[in-house]
């Protein structure tokens, strides 16, 4: 099952439930005036999405489950992670994955520390 999205919008309570139903993760908490959260372990995250094609989670600490919980819930996982100022992002890319790997090594001006490649994309989708 995929993201509770309402008339086109994923808003913040749906993001805790689908997580907490559908992904197993418990003990999220949402701003709702923002695009990001905390989890009950301390790490407090980010969200970037567009539906069925682009997902990005911003974590201020590596939390393999938050990863899960979320591949689990938008039905994709994801194909890189680095890190990028404090943070460490995950991407998932539905559609075009190799496309956005070639961009995030061409970055000449902000390019992301310690791109890792995490699926064999040949058979991603």
Aim: hydrophobic share 35%; net charge negative; proline share 3%.
């Amino acid at each position: 099952m995929a993201e509770t999205i309402e008339n086109g919008k994923w808003h913040w309570f749906s993001v805790m439930k689908d997580l907490e139903e559908q992904g197993h993760y418990k003990g999220v908490k949402i701003n709702p005036h923002g695009s990001g959260g905390i989890t009950s372990n301390g790490t407090v995250f980010y969200i970037t999405w567009v539906y069925n094609t682009f997902f990005l989670l911003s974590m201020s600490k590596e939390d393999s489950d938050l990863v899960s919980a979320f591949s689990t819930v938008i039905e994709y996982k994801p194909f890189c992670k680095y890190k990028r100022e404090n943070y460490i992002v995950y991407e998932w890319d539905k559609n075009e994955p190799e496309k956005r790997l070639l961009v995030l090594r061409l970055e000449e001006f902000d390019h992301p520390k310690n791109l890792t490649q995490l699926e064999d994309l040949a058979n991603y989708y």
